[in-house]
């Protein structure tokens, strides 16, 4: 463990939230396993660091009552369903668009099912981060959100954004510090709420799986 991710776990402690090193994708994909139990009732949020540690693909397993949000065929009234499942559920999994330093998240959401279940909701929060969305400070969170993540989760879901195509926010286009929520007037952003979750009340309720590896977006 390096000294920058040793300095951040013990603020992610601090901020009252639960942090686990894995060295690899399959640690994680075992971590994970370890915390389950038969029955368990399970939702997440859309991660593509779920799907590269095989994540998504354990909870898929008939031993968990896994409410689904991206099966194939699920129709806009079954998704909203399973957004309100997350309400009481034993686990939500995600992951997050950075992690600060000083033991910081920041997402940012189009529809808020995702930040609204890290904000309240699920018994237990779980987030597999890779390494490569550790950031500095919150300034070089939201500047990630709007030059890697936003980007190209919009090339990932085919939604025709200014991002998608720039390669960054709009807004970055004549100020290298734009506010935080400056961005595109399309009715396809995705860029519409904002959380940072800092010091919490309910200890240990977020744990932060990070694994030694670059994930997703």
Do not use: W
């Not at 971590?31 to 593509?48: E, Q, Y």
């Not at 998240?105 to 018994?123: M, Q, T, W």
């Amino acid at each position: 463990m390096t000294e920058q991710i040793s300095k951040l776990f013990k603020n992610l402690e601090k901020n009252k939230m639960h942090p686990i090193f894995a060295e690899t994708k399959e640690d994680a994909k075992q971590i994970v396993k370890d915390m389950l139990f038969d029955g368990c009732v399970i939702t997440s949020g859309g991660s593509m660091s779920l799907v590269e540690c095989g994540i998504k693909e354990l909870l898929e397993d008939k031993r968990y009552n896994f409410m689904d949000r991206s099966r194939p065929g699920i129709t806009p009234e079954e998704q909203q369903e399973c957004f309100k499942a997350s309400i009481g559920a034993d686990f939500f999994f995600c992951s997050t668009n950075a992690v600060t330093e000083k033991g910081e998240l920041l997402n940012v959401d189009g529809f808020a099912n995702r930040i609204s279940s890290i904000a309240f909701g699920p018994k237990k929060v779980v987030m597999i981060v890779g390494v490569n969305k550790i950031v500095p400070d919150l300034k070089a969170a939201f500047l990630r959100v709007k030059k890697v993540a936003a980007p190209k989760n919009c090339v990932r879901l085919n939604i025709d954004n200014p991002c998608a195509k720039l390669g960054h926010c709009v807004s970055l286009l004549n100020n290298p510090n734009p506010d935080f929520a400056d961005g595109c007037q399309k009715d396809t952003r995705i860029c519409c709420d904002y959380l940072v979750s800092a010091l919490q009340r309910q200890k240990d309720r977020i744990t932060v799986i990070l694994v030694n590896e670059e994930l997703g977006y």
